[in-house]
């Protein structure tokens, strides 16, 4: 399929993007119900308290489920991420030198960022990003209108808009 990836329903009501006549084919898209999905065991170190400090609060946001297995592979990248920065202290630990005396990049820098880099794809799609975060509006136990209440919010929006 060409062109943009389509958003999530939750994404696009998160946003305030939702139309339904615009979205509503989606609706029959699967919307797997938050969760905190089971830690992977090969989760270490880094990794490991990575998935424990944010897998919690993207649950209550509702942006986590069991279905989510990419949320590990953020964990693991960004553990990969800050053991290569423990290894590289100074410019020095990212240098070393070719046989014919010429300096070049250790292999562990382009590790490190590559890491970084696809770190940084991930959490955009989770809004663990300043800027991807500014995109969702989340409404953690809000209650929600009932249709009658929810078309005079709207009237009400576009009156006032008008004016």
């Not at 998160?14 to 699967?30: F, S, V």
């Not at 400090?53 to 800050?82: H, I, N, Q």
Request: charged share 30%.
């Amino acid at each position: 399929m060409k062109g943009r990836k389509p958003k999530p329903l939750a994404t696009l009501r998160l946003t305030g993007q939702y139309r339904a006549d615009r979205h509503k084919d989606r609706e029959n898209a699967p919307q797997p119900k938050p969760a905190m999905p089971k830690r992977p065991s090969w989760l270490k170190g880094e990794a490991r308290r990575t998935w424990d400090r944010l897998s919690p609060e993207l649950v209550r946001l509702g942006l986590l489920s069991e279905l989510d297995v990419l949320f590990a592979s953020y964990c693991a990248e960004w553990g990969l991420y800050a053991e290569a920065c423990r290894q590289l202290t100074d410019i020095e630990a990212c240098i070393e030198k070719t046989t014919n005396g010429n300096q070049i990049q250790k292999a562990i820098v382009g590790i490190k960022n590559r890491a970084l880099a696809n770190c940084l794809k991930i959490a955009a799609e989770y809004g663990l990003s300043p800027s991807s975060r500014t995109r969702l509006r989340v409404h953690v136990g809000a209650r929600e209108l009932d249709p009658l209440e929810e078309l005079i919010e709207r009237s009400k929006a576009k009156f006032f808009k008008q004016g």
